[in-house]
């Protein structure tokens, strides 16, 4: 079983509609961090949190410490944020080496 | 040049070559970190530089894969022999420091693919 687990691995939303996706990690984690990946481009951090909940823009991500679980919504979904989101944890070891989920490849239609 | 820089972007090399990868972290970032993106898999971590401590290379596939970062600033990962799963997107990021709670900037990534 791997560490960190997404779900779904794959969701199709149409425009407009609210998403959210899931990420239950099973080791101690000092943060975790949400990335978004385009097709053919680099990563991006989308939030690094390690407690409660942060919102920027159209995209909000919350924390359960004690559930070990982390979700990352988004609003109003459109096209252009169709990617592959991906979860990642700092283990508590504080080494800073990240460990990752699968990803989730979410396609956003018009 | 206020990005993590990757070279080359795409590198197309013959099974048993070597082949040297090249990362440019953001100025004044003291913590490096490469990964790989094998094609339909998820990113798995390589080895991890902070400062001038002894580097974290846990995550290394094999004794082909060697990296070095010099004078605490550009990384160079080097593997040796190539072999066709070696084949992936290896990606460099860099962070202001040791502390796990800072943000990683990652380059665009060098395609490598051996045929």
């Known amino acids: 079983k791997n560490e960190v687990e997404q779900s779904p691995q794959n969701l199709t939303a149409q425009e407009g509609e609210f998403i959210t996706i899931n990420c239950s990690y099973s080791?101690?984690?000092?943060?975790l961090h949400w990335l978004q990946q385009h097709p053919g481009g680099g990563i991006v951090s989308l939030f690094m949190?390690?407690?409660g909940k942060k919102k920027h823009g159209r995209l909000i991500a919350t924390i359960n410490i004690q559930e070990k679980h982390s979700s990352l919504h988004i609003t109003a979904s459109h096209p252009r944020d169709s990617a592959v989101y991906i979860c990642?944890?700092?283990?508590?070891?504080?080494?800073?080496?990240?460990?990752f989920g699968q990803g989730t490849t979410l396609q956003v239609k018009p | 040049g206020a990005g993590v820089s990757q070279s080359p972007s795409n590198k197309v090399t013959e099974k048993g070559k070597d082949v040297e990868l090249r990362c440019d972290p953001i100025?004044?970032?003291?913590?490096l970190y490469w990964y790989r993106q094998s094609l339909g898999q998820g990113l798995e971590f390589l080895i991890y530089?902070?400062?001038?401590?002894?580097?974290?290379k846990s995550g290394l596939p094999s004794d082909r894969f060697s990296a070095e970062r010099t004078g605490g600033s550009v990384s160079t990962l080097t593997i040796q022999r190539t072999q066709q799963e070696d084949s992936a997107v290896y990606l460099c990021?860099?962070?202001?420091?040791?502390?796990?709670?800072?943000?990683?900037?990652f380059g665009d990534g060098t395609r490598l693919s051996i045929l």
């Open positions: 990642a944890v700092h283990g508590s070891s504080n080494t800073g080496k990240l460990i």
């Open positions: 100025s004044g970032h003291t913590a």
């Open positions: 990021a860099s962070s202001p420091g040791f502390i796990s709670n800072q943000p990683q900037h």
């Open positions: 949190l390690s407690s």
């Open positions: 080791v101690g984690i000092s943060a």
């Open positions: 530089f902070q400062g001038n401590s002894a580097p974290d």
